[in-house]
């Protein structure tokens, strides 16, 4: 079975760092690509990164540039997504999901596979 667990959120204050993991099972991260989306209540779910299955390649939306890097280790099967300079509207539900482009220029449009339980993050003082 293809499974993805997010896990790491928690409560941080403005400023501040997480990491996320994305754990998964059932597939290889050499023939996959993984994108992190963020959903908020009332709100159209948003991607915020993505990275491919083989050659390197990242993408990220443009209010998260220079904040959070994504990276995986294909190894232990797990994908990260640091997080820095958080700020209050950084607040989600964070889910990782397989990505059917292989992170293209419109991977933004989250042509999704599967995904699993997110992780909430909540960034305030």
């Known amino acids: 079975q293809v499974l993805l667990q997010a896990y790491g959120g928690g409560l941080v204050q403005p400023g501040g760092s997480l990491r996320l993991s994305c754990a998964v099972s059932?597939?290889?991260?050499?023939?996959?690509?993984i994108a992190w989306f963020r959903q908020v209540p009332g709100k159209e779910r948003e991607g915020v990164a993505c990275i491919g299955n083989g050659y390197v390649k990242t993408r990220y939306v443009d209010s998260v540039k220079g904040r959070f890097t994504i990276t995986k280790d294909n190894y232990k099967k797990t994908v990260f997504l640091q997080m820095n300079s958080l700020k209050p509207e950084d607040t989600a539900v964070y889910h990782c999901?397989?990505?059917?482009?292989?992170?293209?220029?419109?991977?933004?449009?989250?042509?999704?596979?599967?995904w699993g339980v997110g992780t909430l993050v909540t960034v305030s003082s």
């Open positions: 999901a397989t990505e059917v482009t292989n992170c293209n220029s419109r991977w933004d449009l989250l042509d999704l596979g599967r």
């Open positions: 059932g597939f290889s991260l050499d023939d996959y690509a």
